[in-house]
């Protein structure tokens, strides 16, 4: 993270800048140092908004809420990727970490719509289609 620092406080008018303050968001939330990793991604989200980390910034932030517990907040910041962030390789993982959300939130039901649509949506995405998948086949056994 002091490679970050550094590089931010000598070449502050780097075109690399904003990959530096999302590297180091990155690094703050590696250290559980997450008060300062918020910060460092709402300034790449707010400052850098065109930067190709701002999404990476937006689903940090969503994911320091969900990792710890707040999942109304983490459906509110995976949402804004899916409205801020429509052409982003975030969107079908947001949309999944919604339907997340809804589940560990007790809404079950709108999960489950959400993770529904998540194959149709995102045919050539294997990967992303086999959590939902999973989750949808666990909620039915239940």
């Known amino acids: 993270m002091e490679v970050y620092k550094s590089f931010v406080a000598i070449y502050s008018q780097s075109k690399a800048i904003d990959e530096a303050y999302y590297r180091m968001g990155l690094s703050y939330q590696n ?46 910041e995976y949402a804004k990727i899916l409205k801020n962030f429509p052409h982003s390789d975030k969107v079908g993982f947001a949309e999944y970490m919604v339907g997340l959300s809804f589940k560990e939130m007790g809404n079950e039901e709108q999960a489950k719509i959400i993770w529904e649509r998540i194959p149709t949506k995102h045919p050539d995405e294997r990967d992303l289609i086999s959590e939902p998948i999973k989750q949808l086949q666990a909620l039915d056994r239940k």
Request: proline residues 0%; hydrophobic residues 40%.
């Open 31 to 76: 250290l559980e140092r997450l008060e300062e990793a918020m910060r460092t991604y709402d300034k790449v989200r707010l400052e850098y908004a065109w930067s190709t980390f701002a999404d990476d910034a937006q689903a940090g932030i969503a994911d320091l809420y969900f990792e710890h517990g707040d999942y109304n907040s983490a459906l509110i």
